[in-house]
């Protein structure tokens, strides 16, 4: 299977601690995005971390890929109710330009 | 900020009747895709469009799917003759250079 997978498949949290997912993948990539999907709902862009990238970031969003191990991870910073969603890795390898998904990290934020 | 947007949010349908769902991708994007989600699964690829042809597509994009780009602006997916099993939420995407962005979905629902 070519597509990324989450750990871990469910996290709780408190609001105002740190969330960090992390994500596995098998190919070489051309780049590595995060998406967020609320319940029902579509997906949303969250971030895209090039293959020469190690590290990004976004407001209380970091991301780090590191492509010895194949891996990457999405830390969210002071999280909020309002982070309560899924949360996808994705990538395009290759030349194909298809996006495969895995399962997710459901993400709980408790008030 | 440009988006995807696509129409209906809802449509029912019943089993054998043509659908046709619309999206309408960022202006100057290149690339351009239908996914869709089963209730409480992973989010599928079905295909991807580049240069007014289909670029990839996966098994479940069999004969009783089309896409069609009929003008400069409309992206469209069209299902001959629904089953029940195409009872899903749809996402079309498109992208530029590299960043996918998601539309927020029709739930489709054949009864």
């Known amino acids: 299977s070519q597509q990324g997978e989450e750990d871990p498949q469910a996290l709780s949290i408190q609001e105002g601690e740190n969330a960090t997912m992390n994500c596995s993948y098998k190919?070489?990539?051309?780049?590595l995005q995060w998406y967020r999907q609320n319940s029902g709902r579509g997906l949303v862009h969250l971030i895209l971390i090039r293959s020469n990238e190690r590290e990004k970031h976004s407001g209380r969003l970091r991301v780090t890929l590191d492509t010895s191990k194949k891996s990457s991870s999405l830390l969210i910073t002071a999280s909020r109710a309002a982070d309560t969603a899924s949360y996808f890795c994705t990538h395009s390898w290759g030349g194909s330009e298809k996006l495969v998904f895995g399962k997710g990290t459901k993400l709980t934020v408790n008030p | 900020e440009p988006e995807v947007t696509q129409t209906p949010s809802h449509q029912v349908t019943q089993m054998g009747q043509e659908v046709i769902l619309r999206c309408v991708p960022i202006?100057?994007?290149?690339?351009f895709y239908w996914y869709r989600q089963i209730l409480g699964q992973k989010v599928e690829f079905l295909v991807s469009?580049?240069?007014?042809?289909?670029?990839?597509k996966s098994e479940i994009f069999d004969d009783q799917f089309s896409v069609e780009r009929p003008d400069g602006s409309n992206f469209t997916l069209k299902i001959r003759s629904t089953k029940l099993e195409d009872s899903a939420m749809y996402f079309c995407?498109?992208?530029?250079?590299?960043?996918?962005?998601f539309g927020q979905g029709t739930r489709l629902t054949v009864v």
């Open positions: 202006s100057n994007h290149l690339y």
């Open positions: 995407a498109s992208a530029g250079v590299a960043e996918a962005f």
């Open positions: 469009f580049y240069n007014n042809e289909i670029s990839e």
């Open positions: 190919t070489s990539i051309n780049n």
